[in-house]
């Protein structure tokens, strides 16, 4: 199964603090339709939005690993996990039906995002290989 990550989850090291090395890394992945930002809690969210994209990172992975990615997650008290449509950066036609955690919509919309949760995203952003210009704004909320 496939779960798509645009937070912390990104992070390779802290990944591999969640599900040790049981999952691959299938890259840089964008999701069409959504927006990203900081959430009522200082964290990073992700809703619904016509006409907008977040990128972040394809993982395959198996039923154990999402289950400790739900732990992780507070699914289903904090966060919901929905299926959505990926398209991997760079492969026209690759598509993907994948897992993706986002909060209730009245989450969205916070002042800031916490530095230290921030500096991992961008961390996982640079090694992952995002394009430049979404590290850029990940970099604006610093």
């Known amino acids: 199964m496939y779960y798509f990550a645009y937070g912390s989850n990104m992070n390779l090291e802290h990944m591999r ?10 890259g840089a992945a964008i999701l ?14 992700i809703r619904p939005s016509a006409g907008d994209k977040v990128y972040g990172v394809l993982y395959e992975l198996d039923e154990e690993r999402l289950s400790i ?16 449509e990926v398209s991997k ?3 026209s036609g690759n598509k993907y039906i994948t897992w993706v955690y986002l909060e209730k919509p009245e989450q ?9 949760y921030l500096k ?4 996982g952003a640079r090694e992952n290989r995002l394009p430049e210009a979404w590290i850029e704004k990940l970099e604006s909320y610093l």
Not at 69 to 84: A, C, T
């Open 32 to 45: 069409e339709g959504y927006e990203f930002g900081p959430d009522m809690r200082g964290y990073a969210n």
């Open 89 to 91: 950066v760079g492969a």
């Open 69 to 84: 990615l739900d732990d992780f997650e507070g699914y289903p008290n904090v966060f919901n996990r929905i299926e959505v």
């Open 108 to 116: 969205f919309g916070g002042s800031y995002v916490k530095e230290d």
């Open 120 to 123: 991992r995203v961008i961390i």
């Open 17 to 26: 603090r969640l599900c040790g090395w049981h999952f691959r890394v299938l």
